[in-house]
């Protein structure tokens, strides 16, 4: 019967015995086993590989009808029904006409539902997203000749006069608008498919909850600002650049005497009717169990007045115009755009990919099922490569109607399919019925749309007092977003967010520890009253990793905190040893420079500790320059007759600690179970017992 070794006892409790590792294997075998697997073909793992990519293919097969298809049908219709009216809305955001609103939001849903892993996740036209290549679009035009001035939807926008780089274009402004945005959409989501493939999912964990918040409450600002000239019925040049928010709003305050009163009177209903109803469906979301279609309801009574009051002919409010039916035939996105739109596209793609995936892992957590990320990622880039062909633009998910989607019932993806379903029956037949919709009716919308993001500046105080750096990077963020563009505001808060981590790691929290009682816990002397300082022994504690970025805050933090620079006192040891040697032919009394030996206490006595005690806990990684830090801390006070004993290793820490020749790999250094302990007070009952027996020594010598 084999017997298992007994934990060795030398003392001070128990030591584990390690597991011996199985030899690592090399990298070309490493590289060869993966290989053979990603290269062996079966019909199990072609059938998996198509299951992977396509996770509707799996969940069909155990669809419960009778459970699932009531509440599917549900929130398909009411996202279907909440599409339409933001679908012609977010148009204006993005420049284009209204009709390729639906068809993204068709295509998008039809994709989703093969590719996605989330069962509650709306994916189709998402505001941040529209304002981004609405941006990049009015640019594009602007740089082509087109008047940046005048809009997709207003009558004679197309007989723009071009400039002589422009002359050659074979379409109009509408035309080349969408050729932009399909050239956009088609560079977004071939980034965001090749982040899948590469399984880069774990990127957009690095974009934070702050900085997501600060930057959508800066693109709803910016958006804000961009609607209210519809909402005024006010003709202004659409500035580009940074300072666009600032300069929209001088021009606004130049033009408001321009103002259409028609369009004003149209805004202030509107907008009091939404908000009125939006109000009432939060009071009342537990008693409602399907929300109100206020934004429906809203469009079709105004395109009804607009119609036959005629407002655009006697008022001369703007209108949607002309929407036509059907579907056009697909088109490649020319190369000579998307080379253009490169860098626009990879902002894009981050925001997209970085909202599809925290919605999709937050309602697969309050919901008890697992999403995959690199899917995901997938999932959202064939979403925009594959409609890119068919006069679509960039989409991602979307909170709001992800929202609506989780209280109307919905149980699967299958809810995407009712919805697109609805989209196309507008696109098919209803489509014209809006020809005579107010732009003011639609800015009403959008701006409405934004109520949720716009009430996050009230968590600005709550999130100052959770912390600040975390406020630092939301402020910093919107601030970028609304004075100088989406873009910058995105490069503003990831490195705002880096820098905030780096400044935690870089100083982090450090304390003195002493015993509670009699126990064999200890903690924060500073923090709690009545606990125990171990006599002649220091246990500091290091609150974070240790590396070459915060080496030397560590050694001042112990330096300071013990009452003992260590380095200095040691180095003068050194020297004045060094002299009194060359000198006076030894060294002098008390300056001991060999081995550490009972006569060469003087400075442990007068330092008032014999022993330092580093609680590593707390210690998540090392590199080379912790690792030298540690080994360099051990010489000095070895040369001051103070010992360094480590506690509560993690095992990459040992590990680290073993590869960096810390632990017994020098013919004088001590074992590692001489060095690391498994808890704070063994380290300290050892540390006692080897001063009574050195002082025992002292005294019988």
């Known amino acids: 019967m084999d017997e298992f070794p007994e934990p060795l006892q030398q003392g001070r409790g128990p030591v584990p015995v390690r597991r011996q590792r199985p030899a690592p294997r090399g990298l070309r075998e490493m590289l060869k086993a993966r290989l053979w697997r990603s290269c062996s073909c079966s019909v199990l793992c072609a059938r998996a590989l198509v299951q992977d990519l396509l996770p509707a293919t799996r969940w069909l097969r155990q669809y419960r009808p009778r459970e699932y298809l009531a509440g599917d049908i549900m929130s398909g219709l009411v996202i279907g029904i909440i ?27 039809l994709i989703y539902f093969l590719m996605g892993t989330s069962r509650h996740v709306s994916v189709g036209i998402f505001s941040l997203l529209c304002l981004m290549v609405g941006q990049v679009v009015d640019r594009e035009l602007q740089l082509a000749g087109f008047d940046p001035s005048q809009d997709g939807l207003q009558p004679g926008a197309n007989s723009s006069t071009l ?31 090749l982040m899948g493939v590469l ?32 909402l005024l019925g006010v003709r202004i040049p659409r500035h580009q650049g940074p300072g666009m928010v600032v300069l929209t709003w001088l021009s606004l305050l130049r033009g408001a005497g321009q103002a259409n009163v028609c369009d004003v009177v149209t805004s202030t209903v509107c907008l009091a009717v939404l908000l009125a109803a939006k109000e009432l469906s939060d009071r009342y979301r537990h008693r409602l169990r399907v929300p109100l279609p206020t ?38 996105p020319e190369p000579r755009l998307m080379q253009r739109v490169a860098l626009d596209a990879m902002a894009l793609a981050l925001v ?39 006069y679509c633009f960039a989409t991602s998910a979307a909170l709001a109607k992800s929202l609506v989607k989780t209280a109307t019932g919905c149980r699967t993806q299958l809810s995407s399919v009712v919805s697109a379903t609805v989209v196309l029956l507008v696109l098919l037949a209803l489509a014209p ?30 999130l100052w007092r959770m912390s600040p750096a975390d406020a630092l990077v939301w402020a910093g963020t919107a601030a970028t977003c609304m004075l ?21 790691t870089q100083r982090p929290r450090t304390a003195l520890l002493a015993r509670i009682g009699d126990s064999a816990f200890y903690e924060d002397a500073t923090e709690f009253e009545g606990l125990v300082p171990e006599p002649g022994v220091r246990v500091f504690r290091f609150g974070g990793p240790l590396y070459y970025a915060n080496k030397d805050f560590f050694l001042r933090s112990l330096y300071s905190l013990t009452g003992l620079d260590a380095g200095c006192m040691a180095a003068r040891r050194k020297e004045g040893g060094s002299e009194r040697g060359v000198g006076e032919g030894g060294p002098a009394q008390g300056e001991d420079l060999g081995p550490v030996s009972t006569r060469a206490a003087l400075v442990p006595a007068a330092a008032g500790f ?40 993690s095992p990459p820490v040992r590990d680290i600690l073993s590869r960096g020749g810390f632990l017994g790999e020098g013919p004088g250094d001590m074992a590692e179970e001489e060095q690391l302990f498994l808890s704070v007070h063994d380290a300290v009952q050892t540390a006692r017992a080897r001063h009574r027996e050195l002082e025992a020594t002292d005294a019988h010598l």
């Open 163 to 193: 400039n002589g780089s422009a002359a050659m274009l074979d379409c109009g402004r509408d035309c080349y608008a969408i050729r932009v945005a399909t050239a956009l959409t088609l560079m977004t989501g071939l980034y965001q498919v």
């Open 295 to 332: 934004e429906l309801l809203v469009i079709v009574v105004a395109t009804l007045v607009s119609h036959f009051g005629q407002l655009h002919e006697r008022f001369g409010s703007s209108v949607a115009g002309d929407i036509p039916t059907g579907f056009m035939p697909p088109r490649v």
């Open 433 to 462: 019925l809006f020809h005579d919709l107010q732009r003011s009716v639609l800015a009403c919308v959008i701006v409405v749309s934004l109520r949720g993001a716009l009430r996050k500046v009230w968590d600005l105080p709550r």
């Open 484 to 504: 100088v563009s989406t873009e910058a505001g995105l490069l503003a808060g990831v490195i705002l967010s880096l820098l905030s981590l780096a400044g935690r």
């Open 610 to 649: 014999h022993t330092v005690v580093i609680d590593c806990a707390p210690l998540l990684f090392l590199d080379a320059a912790g690792v030298s830090t540690l080994q360099d801390l051990r010489r000095d006070y070895g040369a001051l007759g103070i010992s360094l004993l480590l506690a509560c290793c």
């Open 83 to 109: 599409l339409v009216p933001q679908a012609i809305a977010y148009s204006l955001l993005a420049g284009l006409q209204p009709i390729y609103s639906l068809y993204t939001s068709f295509f998008a849903n």
């Open 352 to 390: 997209g990919a970085a909202f599809s995936i925290s919605l999709a892992e937050m309602f697969a957590r309050s919901h008890g099922y697992s999403v995959r990320a690199n899917q995901e990622l997938l999932a959202v880039g064939c979403c925009n490569v594959l409609p890119a062909f068919l």
């Open 199 to 230: 399984r880069l999912g774990f990127v957009s964990a690095y974009l934070s909850q702050p900085l997501l918040d600060g930057f959508a409450m800066g693109a709803s600002v910016t958006i804000l600002t961009s609607q209210l000239k519809h």
